[in-house]
T-cell receptor, first 112, second 114 residues
Framework: AQSVTQLDSHVSVSEGTPVLLRCNYS??????LFWYVQHPNKGLQLLLKYTSAATLVKGINGFEAEFKKSETSFHLTKPSAHMSDAAEYFC??????????FGTGTRLKVLA | DAGITQSPRHKVTETGTPVTLRCHQTENHRYMYWYRQDPGHGLRLIHYSYGVKDTDKGEVSDGYSVSRSKTEDFLLTLESATSSQTSVYFC?????????????FGQGTRLTVV
């Protein structure tokens, strides 16, 4: 079975400070992992994905994530938050069963 | 952006009535999915399809049925809507369905059952 746990339902940061959104996963097989972002009243946009190549994955808008097998983690980071980063972020796992399993989401608030 | 269109975008319906949501894609992708999004639950898979007339259940399939008679269309039907089915519904597609394949999402349909 596969599952995803997003450790924080809400994160607040000040503009210009680093962002850390935490995700732990459980999978019986080598998983692929994704981060999606959802801006208010919008659909979901892919930020980045990990598929067993490099463990440090760079995505769009300055985001990156590091796959750590020993910790079963796939945390999302950004060095400097921008107001436009305010959104909900979803960590997603797919172990090859045609099913994408979503975490419960982390709502990021960016303070001016 | 991937060519995915969900219709309608918003719908209010009464308890006990049937409702059909449509997902139309122009990408010729093999795999299509229906998710529902609820606060505190993220997105949960309702049903998915791996080809024309080939569908399977997800984790929250009770009360829902699907049909896929053409590659481009995936219909989600609530046979008798209930208030617990008030939600935002997202359609997604992926090309080959493998673990490394990214999914593309539609804009969502907000359904309210009163």
């Amino acid at each position: 079975a596969q599952s995803v746990t997003q450790l924080d339902s809400h994160v607040s940061v000040s503009e210009g400070t680093p962002v850390l959104l935490r995700c732990n996963y459980s999978s019986s097989y080598s998983p692929s992992l994704f981060w999606y972002v959802q801006h208010p009243n919008k659909g979901l946009q892919l930020l980045l994905k990990y598929t067993s190549a490099a463990t440090l994955v760079k995505g769009i808008n300055g985001f990156e994530a590091e796959f750590k097998k020993s910790e079963t983690s796939f945390h999302l980071t950004k060095p400097s938050a921008h107001m436009s980063d305010a959104a909900e972020y979803f960590c997603v796992v797919n172990s090859g069963t045609y099913k994408y399993i979503f975490g419960t989401g982390t709502r990021l608030k960016v303070l001016a | 952006d991937a060519g995915i269109t969900q219709s309608p975008r918003h719908k209010v319906t009464e308890t006990g009535t049937p409702v059909t949501l449509r997902c139309h894609q122009t990408e010729n992708h093999r795999y299509m999915y229906w998710y529902r999004q609820d606060p505190g639950h993220g997105l949960r898979l309702i049903h998915y399809s791996y080809g024309v007339k080939d569908t399977d259940k997800g984790e929250v399939s009770d009360g829902y049925s699907v049909s896929r008679s053409k590659t481009e269309d995936f219909l989600l039907t609530l046979e008798s809507a209930t208030s617990s089915q008030t939600s935002v519904y997202f359609c997604a597609i992926s090309e080959r369905g493998g673990a490394a394949e990214k999914a593309f999402f539609g804009q969502g349909t907000r359904l309210t059952v009163v």
